[in-house]
């Protein structure tokens, strides 16, 4: 499959430059301190517990894991741009995007080459990620069930911001100016669930329909949704179907 061979040359340069490891490194060693945080928290919590009565819901599962996914999402979504921001602006920076273009390939075989090797990327991060998790089975009893339907959810949301980071840098061959729209358009996508209710009642549901933070968080209950699944392949779908525009748009203009 030429995408697969595309996402390998991808791939080997990415994990070829320092910018792959520090950023690994950085997002394992910031969701490392919040998971510590959040089990020490757990045992202050439950010395308290033991002498309280009535406390719902206090389990490792509800105070560990699934705030420890919130907070990796919320990781992704500072350190994601800074991976799709090279995607085609260096390219197009380098001078290397109209010799892609020249492969014997389509552009659907390109676009899709970006996503799935930036999946990989997304899929080893959240690999370090689980370490503590993984752990917390050794000396407890987190429901399996969830936890996988939650790192589920995580690995989509993270291949749904690839995908519209991607899109974004196709736009532009400044990496600068590709991360920075990328954030802000991921942080307008995860607020929106917040500003709802500053908006006329009519309109709510559509506002948190579209928020990537209303339908993560059924995920990190442990809850998958037919239609959080469909968001997501759907969101995915759509800024590759931008992308595939964008770079036709570009080839004819070439």
């Given at each position: 499959m030429k995408a697969w061979t595309l996402a390998k040359k991808d791939l080997k340069i990415l994990f070829g430059s320092p910018l792959a490891y520090l950023i690994l490194?950085?997002?394992?060693f910031v969701s490392g301190y919040?998971?510590?945080?959040?089990v020490t928290q757990y045992q202050i919590f439950s010395?308290?517990?033991?002498?309280?009565?009535g406390i719902k819901n206090f389990n490792?599962?509800?105070w560990i894991i699934r705030p420890y996914l919130q907070n990796s999402a919320i990781l992704l979504l500072f350190f994601i741009p800074l991976i799709t921001m090279r995607s085609f602006s260096e390219e197009k920076k380098l001078g290397t995007f109209e010799l892609l273009l020249s492969y014997p390939v389509?552009?659907?075989?390109i676009v899709l080459g970006k996503l799935l090797a930036l999946a990989v990327f997304v899929g080893v991060a959240l690999l370090l990620n689980a370490v503590g998790p993984i752990l917390l089975f050794v000396y407890s009893a987190p429901e399996l069930g969830a936890t996988l339907g939650g790192y589920g959810g995580l690995f989509l949301l993270g291949v749904s911001f690839v995908a519209l980071g991607v899109f974004l840098s196709s736009l532009t061959e400044n990496q600068v100016?590709?991360?920075?729209?990328t954030f802000g358009a991921l942080l307008v996508l995860w607020?929106?669930?917040?500003?709802?209710?500053?908006?006329?009642?009519?309109?709510?549901?559509?506002?948190?329909s579209c928020s990537l933070l209303a339908h993560f968080d059924s995920f990190a209950k442990g809850v998958i949704a037919g239609t959080d699944l469909a968001y997501f392949v759907s969101f995915i779908l759509f800024f590759l179907g931008l992308t595939l525009i964008s770079l036709e748009n570009q080839r004819w203009r070439g």
């Open positions: 490194a950085c997002f394992s919040f998971f510590l945080s959040l010395l308290q517990a033991m002498q309280m009565q490792p599962q509800e389509t552009e659907l075989q100016v590709a991360a920075s729209l607020l929106l669930s917040w500003i709802k209710d500053l908006v006329d009642k009519n309109y709510q549901f559509i506002i948190k």
